[in-house]
């Protein structure tokens, strides 16, 4: 069975910093892209990061350049999304999805049940 078990997320201050963790089972970890996604109340979901398997080239959207860090533990089969300087509008459910292609694009074909951020102001 195909599981993505997301954790870390909670309730912080603006400016502080949560690590993000996305464990998988139940496929081959190397073959897969890891994505991060985000939901906040109201708006689309929207892309943050990606890890492909393919080469290990990272990807990220404009809000998190330079604020966060995504990273992955083969030997762990987990995928780590680092988040510093958080900003109130970081605040949403994250998700983390995995490419079985392998390069950071649609369809994900597996999807995390998702994990709550929340940042005060």
């Known amino acids: 069975e195909v599981q993505l078990v997301e954790s870390g997320g909670g309730l912080v201050q603006a400016g502080g910093s949560l690590r993000l963790s996305c464990a998988a089972s139940g496929f081959t970890f190397d073959d897969y892209a890891i994505g991060w996604f985000r939901q906040a109340p109201g708006k689309e979901r929207e892309g943050v990061s990606c890890?492909?398997?393919?080469?290990?080239?990272?990807y990220y959207a404009d809000s998190a350049k330079g604020r966060f860090t995504i990273s992955s533990d083969n030997a762990k089969n987990t995928v780590y999304l680092q988040m510093n300087t958080l900003k109130p509008e970081d605040t949403a459910v994250y998700y983390c999805?995995?490419?079985?292609?392998?390069?950071?694009?649609?369809?994900?074909?597996?999807w995390g049940q998702g994990t709550q951020v929340t940042v005060s102001s």
């Open positions: 890890i492909s398997s393919n080469d290990g080239t990272t």
């Open positions: 999805a995995a490419d079985p292609e392998g390069r950071c694009r649609p369809p994900y074909d597996y």
